[in-house]
């Protein structure tokens, strides 16, 4: 799933920080929340992977309208059209520039163990270098 709606300044911690508040954490075993390069501020979007479906039903009834004080927007939860399931998260990701080690930890994709970052498999061919965004 993808959860748009989040500040400039967030981050993939802010976003497991928050599920774990909400005693979520444990349901979620990848999170990727993609950064600008040059300004190292957020999409506003998130990239979430619930460990069962019926754990993704209660994310979104959970997350989506959710709005943070001080925030004129509210969080919207939509599913992710192009990647489902952890296996396709991993194969996608593993090899991509954006686990680069130039790439900073919290602007990179995590895989989650009942809500403890664990290790991401290591790539199979050498990452390219990442293009910067605008």
């Known amino acids: 799933m993808c959860v748009f709606g989040w500040g400039p300044s967030s981050n993939v911690f802010d976003v497991m920080d928050l599920l774990q508040v909400l005693g979520l954490s444990p349901v979620v075993n990848f999170a990727y929340m993609p950064l600008h390069w040059r300004s190292d501020t ?5 990239f979430l992977n619930a460990v069962t479906p019926e754990a993704a039903l209660e994310l979104w009834g959970i997350l989506d309208g959710m709005q943070f004080e001080g925030e004129s927007e509210c969080l919207t ?11 396709a ?6 090899n991509s520039s954006a686990m680069h080690p130039s790439v900073p930890v919290k602007a990179k994709p995590h ?6 970052c664990s290790r991401f498999p290591d790539p199979t061919r ?7 965004h605008a």
């Open 126 to 132: 050498k990452l390219a270098k990442p293009r910067r």
């Open 111 to 116: 895989l989650f163990d009942d809500g403890r």
């Open 89 to 94: 998260l991993i194969q996608k990701y593993r």
């Open 77 to 87: 939860v939509r599913w992710a059209t192009k990647v489902q399931g952890l296996d």
């Open 42 to 46: 957020s999409f506003g979007e998130v």
